[in-house]
């Protein structure tokens, strides 16, 4: 292997200065992508209405399967072809990334095609009614042209991480973040177009990050470009297994998100819908950035795993963990001291209930961070370990089985505001049980299997 490659230096150089190079452009593009989400409910909220933003709120478990879908092939394919780049068979990482392309093109046509032609049926299945379901069709048949492009636009991201470009990722995502605020400004702020303005801006944002990372995968600058595919695709079922944990923690995200929908509009309307939509915001962004960590680990732990270096791998995985404690942290302290004036910024004036009732949300809700950070953690190492039954039991812990029977069970004894205390709960019991399965999972152990 030629020691001026990033793959070398992601094996042999000093691991604090490894991860920094992974982790930060990592964090710092998701929390380009989680700003840029952010602005676009501020845009909403102010300009277009509270209804309009919990409209975009209920139509969100079906956009999570649609990125749960691309997350599934792109972090699944990602750390198959860091294993063979740490073998030194940059052949077979080229191949992996080529069929994925394809993959990731048919599925995201299917679901536009689903989502374009269907859009009554999916919002009222979702729970939107009246004045809501006329919004949800709307941004949903908007958003629907630009699935392919989110599709390219993440996995082009995943590999450029594992090909030893993270800044360059970080680049593509961040020009995402800009062009999308300025875009919301234009068609939203200005120009008047509501939730269509708001879908547009999101979909031509991706358009240009797509187009300042794509030169890297046509021309000579990495290891990994587009080939014509050829061989066996039966890696592409084992990268989705791998993946599938991804796939579980962003569509159980949506799922978790409509039954509380379901729970709010049952006992007191879309009022509550529009209070729960503000914290999924604050929520999502602190979240965004725990994955932002793991996305860094995650290429790290890949390639050392191929080169066979347990202590390697165990140093990153700390660093991770320690990393998204402290974020955590520093995030529970902004919610808990200035959770009036971020809420404040997603609503117009007038709207004193909505506001009052988000941040008790918010009051109730804030240690499950603590403990997200460190299950993040976790499901991103064994991910890079090709550890998929692992990976994906946490995440169906975490995403699905502890919340849903936590929030119903709450919700049925306690009253509906005690279905939120399901959600920090339910993080503490999948931390306790991370920690059993790691204890037999150690990188030395996996190693020498």
Not at 301 to 322: C, D, E, H, W
């Amino acid at each position: 292997m030629n020691k001026q490659t990033s793959n070398y230096k992601m094996i042999n150089e000093r691991a604090s200065r490894e991860f920094f190079r992974f982790a930060f452009p990592s964090v710092f593009g998701m929390i380009a992508i989680s700003s840029a989400i952010v602005v676009d409910g501020i845009f909403i909220g102010n300009f277009v209405g509270a209804i309009p933003l919990a409209s975009v709120n209920l139509i969100m478990p079906f956009i999570t399967v649609v990125w749960g879908v691309i997350l599934m092939f792109a972090s699944g394919s990602a750390v198959i072809a860091g294993k063979y780049l740490g073998e030194d068979n940059p052949h077979s990482a080229c191949d992996i990334f080529s069929k994925t392309v394809v993959v990731i093109l048919f599925a995201m046509i299917l679901l536009s095609i689903i989502s374009y032609f269907s859009p009554e049926y999916i919002s009222f299945l979702l729970g939107a009614r009246n004045e809501t379901l006329a919004m949800c069709v709307e941004y949903l048949k908007n958003i629907a042209w630009f699935y392919p492009i989110f599709g390219f636009a993440v996995l082009m991201s995943y590999f450029l991480r594992i090909d030893g470009r993270p800044i360059y990722a970080f680049c593509g995502l961040l020009s995402t973040t800009i062009a999308n605020i300025l875009l919301d400004y234009i068609f939203v702020a200005r120009l008047d177009l509501g939730l269509k303005g708001a879908a547009l801006a999101t979909g031509l944002a991706f358009v240009i990050g797509m187009t300042v990372v794509l030169p890297h995968f046509l021309g000579k600058y990495g290891s990994i470009k587009f080939i014509l595919p050829h061989g066996s695709w039966r890696e592409i079922p084992r990268a989705a297994f791998n993946g599938f944990s991804e796939f579980l923690t962003e569509t159980s995200a949506g799922f978790i998100v409509l039954v509380f929908n379901w729970i709010l509009i049952t006992n007191i309307g879309s009022m509550g819908v529009a209070a729960f939509t503000v914290v999924d915001y604050l929520m999502y962004f602190s979240m965004l950035i725990f994955y932002g960590v793991g996305d860094g680990i995650s290429p790290l732990v890949s390639v050392n795993f191929g080169a066979k270096k347990p202590n390697r791998i165990f140093t990153f995985f700390k660093m991770g963990l320690i990393t998204n404690l402290i974020i955590a942290a520093f995030v529970t302290v902004l919610l808990l001291s200035l959770s009036e004036e971020m809420v404040g910024i997603f609503l117009p004036s007038g709207e004193e209930d909505i506001s009052k009732l988000a941040i008790s949300i918010v009051s109730i809700v804030w240690p499950m961070l603590i403990f997200a950070g460190v299950n993040v953690a976790f499901i991103s190492y064994f991910t890079g370990m090709h550890c998929a039954k692992e990976s994906a039991l946490i995440a169906l812990a975490r995403s699905i089985i502890f919340p849903i029977l936590l929030i119903l069970l709450f919700w049925n004894l306690f009253g509906f505001m005690s279905a939120f205390y399901a959600l920090p709960v339910s993080e503490l019991c999948v931390f306790i049980m991370s920690i059993f399965i790691f204890k037999n999972r150690l990188p030395k152990n996996l190693i020498n299997i």
